[in-house]
């Protein structure tokens, strides 16, 4: 039988792996590529994948604070385009100065739509962003008559230039957006009171209302960040292309996802960060890099991006029963009955 | 825990100047024989290499239409005006390519290209594969990238292949509209490209030295008219044949050239042929089952013929749709030319598809960059070589490519 000693320090071990999971598998993805992908550890390339990074990144704030909260949101995706189609659409009759804030405010609206569904309804989050996500795909589909929108004016490229430019190594101004709103919404998250209560509503939604938290109040909230932020990374991304096609958010709800739970933020609410979620899309992207640049093919990555996603599954199920093998019990504790003075437990036996 | 962090960041600094090194080392030098490499790469011949049909993987065109005069404004013309799409279906030809390098005529033997399709398919890999070919005949390094139909991927691809330096860049730009800003941003870096596959808008012809590939409108008006004379054969002094049509994708060019391409040829061709519905529903079997059922019950024996822009999974689900109602006389035209699309021909279950070699396609853009690598003039358009399938002839092209 393990003695005491054993168990504390393997459980030590598991909570210290489970803390920075995501840093160290960042540096290894990191180092190893940097070491062996030909052309990888360079500024040109480095800032390729930051750029590519921007959008999901940005999507990925307002999606870990929705999981925080313990629930879903499916129409990221279709919020992505949706805000890149308007944003572009109206830039002639509005303006960018105009056409941005109202791409993000109906990515809000969006947003709002589904976390009043979830909060005041009690419809399940899984099935009212599915819905969500259809009725938005329907909405892009009769507002853009099945073409992608994309403007080739002198102006629209001098946009697209300017979001594209390194303003310093590895900064262009997309990334200078989506590392201001990572910060920001980390900061927001840790440090205030505010946003520590999305933790206890994810955590325990009767807990947190005992303790006086509206927690409906702050669910909504969930969905309308999720919301505004997914159109923030759109409508930059449509803008930087000069183009937003009909199925440019597509790809991201699985990506997003994936991030997020690889990040460590818990499907059942009341655990994880956004920098985490950050950290993992960019190793997913470093990994998906090198896997092109060793010359392999997409299957490859799909491949790579399914074992690390299973490995990550597999860790929380076991974290999980480790959790719950351990429920109640103190090992220090018995010892120290044992003993019969406190402290005991630290003392070589 | 302060001292592993250090640790670790210490040994990434370290280990990434490593891969820094590695990197720089992995650059070659140019140079050699320039004279000799031209000499040497004109005397290849990629006329006698064959795809896996059994076809020339290389066929000239046979296309002698004209290009119309550009009207002021295409858009103002109805939809079922041809040049109304004027754009698209003849789109470089009034391009200003005062911004594309010139041919270095160094030859095309030991040159670098980097070939970025649009996302994985069986097609793709045939495509590839054809351009493999070509690439190996003139000892080029070949390299192809995949973005799975992503466009930030596709996006990033571009990046990576410019970060490469190769000698040249070979895109099927994921969306016609996208395609500018991307051909733009590989000009600029002064790397030579070629567009092919799908149609790019206008604009992007600018920035690229050529758009090789299928003159999907083109096929599309010969089909159609192969189309119309069956259905008028079949429906004899008809003052109305109703047809639908299935989409491509939205966003590229098929999806305009292989639904709007036949509507205005047909128009003008036959105008008794009226369009009764158009639908896009992905590229799998049931769900165009499901829509061509709704179809045979909302439009009943109204419905006579219907035009696929696929002819694998959607062509699939029309024929299962049609055979579970029992409606053999819907006549049904496909682009082709895969292992399905063939054997439906075969049963009769469609009457014709396009031929559209997808090892030729891939084929023609390098081809077409080999002969800019060697000093040859480059038209702004070389489109594959047109033809339409029937049961006549279908038998010529086994073994199928994909």
Known sequence: MRSDKKILAGNKRLAWVDKYRIFVLFALVFLFMSVFAPRFFNVFNLTSIMKTVAMNACVAIGFTIVMICGQLDLSIGTVITFAGVLGLSLKGSLGYAGSVPVAIAAGALVGLFNGLLVAKAKINSFIVTLGTMTILQGAIYTLTGGNTISLSTPDAFAVSDFLAKPLLPLVTPRILITVALVIGFELFLRRTQAGRNFYLVGGNKNTAWLAGIKTDGYTVIAFVLSGALAAVGGVFFAMESSAATLKMGDQSLMYVISATIIGGTAMSGGKGGVFRTVVAILTLEMLYTGIILFGLGNEVKIFIAGLILAAVVLYEAYAVYKHEKEVGKRPELVKELAVGKPGAADKPA | ?402
């Open chain 2, 1 to 402: 825990m302060k001292r592993t962090i250090t640790l670790i960041a210490a040994a990434a600094l370290s280990l990434s100047l490593t891969g820094f090194a590695f990197a720089a080392g992995g650059q070659q030098a140019a140079g050699g024989d320039v004279k000799g490499n031209l000499e040497a790469s004109l005397k290849v011949d990629t006329s006698v290499l064959k795809s896996a049909d059994n076809q020339l993987l290389l066929k000239p065109s046979t296309d002698n239409r004209k290009v119309p005069a550009r009207p002021a404004n295409p858009d103002a013309l109805p939809e079922t005006d041809p040049l109304h799409w004027y754009d698209m279906e003849w789109a470089g030809w009034n391009a200003n390519k005062s911004a594309v390098p010139a041919s270095p005529k160094t030859g095309a033997i030991g040159k670098k290209i980097i070939f970025i399709v649009h996302g994985d398919h069986p097609w793709t890999t045939a495509c590839t594969l054809g351009a493999k070919k070509v690439a190996d005949a003139y000892s080029m390094t070949f390299k192809p990238m995949s973005p799975n139909w992503d466009l930030a991927v596709q996006n990033q691809m571009i990046d990576q292949a410019i970060n490469e330096r190769p000698d040249m860049i070979l895109l099927i730009p994921l969306d016609a509209k996208t395609a500018p800003q991307q051909a733009r941003k590989i000009n600029q870096a002064g790397i030579p490209l070629i567009l092919f596959n799908t149609l790019p808008s206008a604009e992007a012809m600018n920035y690229a030295i050529a758009w090789t590939g299928p003159d999907d409108f083109g096929q599309f008006r010969l089909l159609s008219r192969a189309f119309a004379d069956e259905l008028r054969k079949r429906n004899p002094g008809a003052k109305e044949i109703g047809v639908a049509y299935v989409q491509h994708a939205p966003g590229g060019s098929p999806y305009f050239a292989r639904c709007f391409g036949p509507i205005s040829e047909m128009a003008g061709y036959a105008p008794e042929i009226k369009t009764l519905d158009k639908q896009a529903p992905g590229f799998e079997a049931d769900k165009t089952m499901q829509l061509v059922s709704d179809w045979l019950t909302r439009f009943g024996p109204s419905l006579k013929g219907i035009v696929a822009a696929d002819d694998s999974a959607q062509s699939l689900g029309i024929s299962e749709a049609l055979k579970k109602a029992g409606r053999e006389d819907v006549l049904v035209v496909a682009a082709g030319n895969s292992k399905q699309g063939m054997d439906l021909v075969k049963e009769g279950k469609i009457f014709a598809i396009t031929y559209q070699t997808a090892e030729g396609d891939g084929a023609l853009a390098v081809a077409t960059a080999a002969d800019w690598f060697n000093g040859k003039e480059i038209p702004m358009r070389k489109n594959l070589a047109q033809h339409i399938i029937t049961k006549k002839d279908v038998d010529t092209f086994y073994p199928p490519q994909w």
